[in-house]
């Protein structure tokens, strides 16, 4: 009888291993740090206002137009880089990124 409570004993804690192992690698992380989403824009006007949330703002469609793209934090990324023959001016307000 030893012996067989010896191997139930030790596929018992295979199993409390195996599982603590599965609980470890599923553990997610609490939903305030997930990452936000992200908006993209398109500029119609000068100049071009962003606003508090992450988002990708792109410059006015067409050549000879200057853009001035205003973002407001959250990691914007602005894109004032697909039309040349003109000036774009960028700026950006607390926690920007730019791409140009």
Do not use: W
Request: glycine fraction near 8%.
């Amino acid at each position: 009888m030893g012996k067989n409570v010896a191997m139930v004993l030790a596929a018992a804690v295979l199993v409390a291993v195996a599982v603590s192992a599965v609980m470890a690698q599923t553990s997610s992380a609490p939903p305030s740090s997930a990452p936000s989403s992200t908006t993209a824009k398109q500029c119609y006007s000068k100049p071009c206002y962003g606003n508090a949330n992450r988002e990708v703002i792109y410059e006015r469609i067409g050549d000879r137009k200057s853009d001035l793209i205003r973002a407001f934090g959250n990691f914007d990324r602005l894109h004032a880089n697909t039309y040349s023959r003109d000036k774009d001016q960028l700026q950006g307000f607390g926690g920007m990124t730019s791409s140009t």
